[in-house]
């Protein structure tokens, strides 16, 4: 009996010393497959195909979380819910935004289909999002989608303008979406147009 | 240390992209004994090759149709702006405009416009072949008519 129990005995200091080396010899290995797998070159780099889910998820929730804080130090406009604001932000989504993401009834182009991740609906984005947070990923871009950042494309009336009508997207239908295109081109557009437009047929 | 190492060379095959494509690949397959004799089931027997059935998944992706949809055994981000497809192919009517059948769904992918001009799906440019591996695929993997 005594001798099981010295058997059986191993002092803390041991303890904690095998610890640290299992430790060690973790992180020593989990480097070394991380640099094995990167210099295989097996990871398909390629834009046809989607990320693996695991993958996708790690990336997607990295940038929501990176999206929510850093837009909190936004802050909006006083003048951001005028119809003019959104009116105004119009030609701007068709010059910059549309190429890639589409609008209501409108395919992006096939630069923007390519892509991978393929461009978020902004519909989805006005619905989901807030101003800040539609604000922050206009003006500084997101790493690795192929979001440009807009901040030396337009100042930042321009870019709260493109804001309010991307948050707009989320009550526009695709006939009010070609007539908005229409009184564009007839060089109409403005707070009236869009609150025949847009507002007065919601209800 | 060994299992550290398999584990770790486990956790690195699931970051290959397309592992996680397999998920919900049979699901429906064996439920086709009790379908009835319609059109839609004639179609729904042609099985896919494994070459097709990666080329309907690559154009399911490259038309764009997940930042709208979810795709069964299609990665995507989480989108809602149209309904899932999981069940595309047990519902009666496609887009809630045409009857339910191969023909009409490929059709509804290459022209939803002409179909429904007040539809927010536009037109992706779509071509024949990809339209109907698109169809075959929902119909293999979207539940069952």
Not at chain 2, 36 to 61: F, I, K, N, P
């Amino acid at each position: 009996m005594g001798r099981r129990e010295d058997d059986g005995h191993v002092p803390w200091r041991t303890r904690l010393r095998h610890g640290a080396i299992g430790v060690a010899a973790f992180f020593v290995l989990a480097a070394a497959g991380g640099a094995a797998f990167v210099w295989s070159g097996v990871y398909d780099i390629g834009a046809l195909r989607q990320h693996s889910a695991p993958v996708l998820a790690l990336l997607t929730t990295t940038m929501d979380r990176s999206i929510d804080e850093y837009a909190e130090s936004v802050d909006v406009p006083a003048r951001f819910g005028d119809p003019a604001v959104a009116a105004a932000g119009f030609d701007s989504y068709q010059e910059s935004c549309q190429q890639c993401h589409g609008a209501p009834g409108v395919a992006p182009d096939p630069a923007g289909l390519g892509m991978t991740p393929v461009p978020t609906n902004l519909a989805q984005s006005a619905r989901m999002r807030d101003p800040a947070e539609i604000y922050w990923v206009t003006r500084n871009g997101l790493k690795m989608t192929g979001m440009p950042a807009w901040e030396f494309s337009y100042d930042d009336e321009e870019l709260w303008q493109l804001t309010a009508f991307v948050e707009s997207l989320e009550f526009m239908s695709p006939v009010q979406y070609a007539e908005l295109a229409r009184t564009e081109d007839e060089g109409a557009l403005d707070a009236a147009a869009w609150r025949e437009v847009v507002e007065d047929r919601q209800r | 240390m060994n299992r550290a190492l398999a584990i770790l060379l486990a956790a690195a095959a699931t970051m290959l992209p397309g592992c996680g494509a397999e998920e919900g690949a049979d699901e429906g397959a064996t439920m086709d004994a009790a379908s009835g004799s319609s059109r839609q089931d004639r179609a729904a027997d042609v099985e896919l090759t494994d070459s097709e059935r990666d080329r309907a998944r690559l154009a399911l992706d490259s038309y764009g149709c997940t930042s709208c949809h979810l795709v069964p055994g299609v990665v995507g981000k989480e989108a809602f702006v149209g309904p899932p497809l999981d069940e595309a192919a047990s519902r009666v009517y496609v887009a809630g405009v045409l009857l339910n059948t191969p023909d009409n769904m490929q059709r509804w992918i290459m022209e939803p416009q002409e179909v429904d001009p007040l539809t927010a799906m536009p037109d992706l440019g779509v071509g024949e072949r990809d339209a109907r591996l698109i169809t075959q695929y929902l119909y293999e993997h979207a539940g069952r008519p």
